[in-house]
T-cell receptor
Framework: KNQVEQSPQSLIILEGKNCTLQCNYTVSPFSNLRWYKQDTGRGPVSLTIMTFSENTKSNGRYTATLDADTKQSSLHITASQLSDSASYICVVSDRGSTLGRLYFGRGTQLTVWP | EADIYQTPRYLVIGTGKKITLECSQTMGHDKMYWYQQDPGMELHLIHYSYGVNSTEKGDLSSESTVSRIRTEHFPLTLESARPSHTSQYLC?????????????????FGPGTRLTVT
């Protein structure tokens, strides 16, 4: 069964600190992996996307890593800001269908305190 | 930021009412999707469309229906709302894979509609 598991479920950090969010998946055949940021009451917004051959991708203070062998990904946030408070969702796409089905994790709820 | 819009943003309605959630995109995308999301839970695909006059049911069974008469418009309808329909509904769209400069399966999401059925 294709699944995406994220940890931790929630995380509280102080402004300026770094943090790392984890994602494990069993989706096969693998196409790509995305990290989305979803603010409360809003739709998800894509942060990074990585294909099988990529093992790291940065977008400003966000750096994602991918280990396709162990089927693990992480999202590292550097020098956190209050505006980073949101849910971070790991999404894996398979290449076994024309639809390009997306499999969503439940997200990690990050809260940044001043 | 993606040009995909949803209305209304919030809706509180009584049981038994018929409702239509609107979704429009101005990017000319072929594929459109409806997802349902409960608090703290993952998104579940309930409907999708490959293009005009094409609609399919998603992974999660839903009593809602959709239509795709125009490329840019993908409304979702509930004929008789019930409290179990209370949820957030997210619309998304994507370009055809394989086009230059387009990430495969890149989906752009609207802001969502928060539906509460009393």
């Amino acid at each position: 069964k294709n699944q995406v598991e994220q940890s931790p479920q929630s995380l509280i950090i102080l402004e300026g600190k770094n943090c790392t969010l984890q994602c494990n998946y069993t989706v096969s055949p693998f196409s790509n992996l995305r990290w989305y940021k979803q603010d409360t009451g809003r739709g998800p917004v894509s942060l990074t996307i990585m294909t099988f051959s990529e093992n790291t991708k940065s977008n400003g203070r966000y750096t994602a890593t991918l280990d396709a062998d162990t089927k693990q990904s992480s999202l590292h946030i550097t020098a956190s800001q209050l505006s980073d408070s949101a849910s971070y969702i790991c999404v894996v796409s398979d290449r076994g269908s024309t639809l390009g089905r997306l499999y969503f994790g439940r997200g990690t709820q990050l809260t940044v305190w001043p | 930021e993606a040009d995909i819009y949803q209305t209304p943003r919030y809706l509180v309605i009584g049981t038994g009412k018929k409702i239509t959630l609107e979704c429009s995109q101005t990017m000319g995308h072929d594929k459109m999707y409806w997802y349902q999301q409960d608090p703290g839970m993952e998104l579940h695909l309930i409907h999708y469309s490959y293009g005009v006059n094409s609609t399919e049911k998603g992974d999660l069974s839903s009593e809602s229906t959709v239509s795709r008469i125009r490329t840019e418009h993908f409304p979702l309808t509930l004929e008789s709302a019930r409290p179990s329909h209370t949820s957030q509904y997210l619309c998304a769209s994507s370009e055809r894979a394989g086009l230059a400069g387009v990430s495969p399966n890149e989906q752009y999401f609207g802001p969502g509609t928060r539906l509460t059925v009393t």
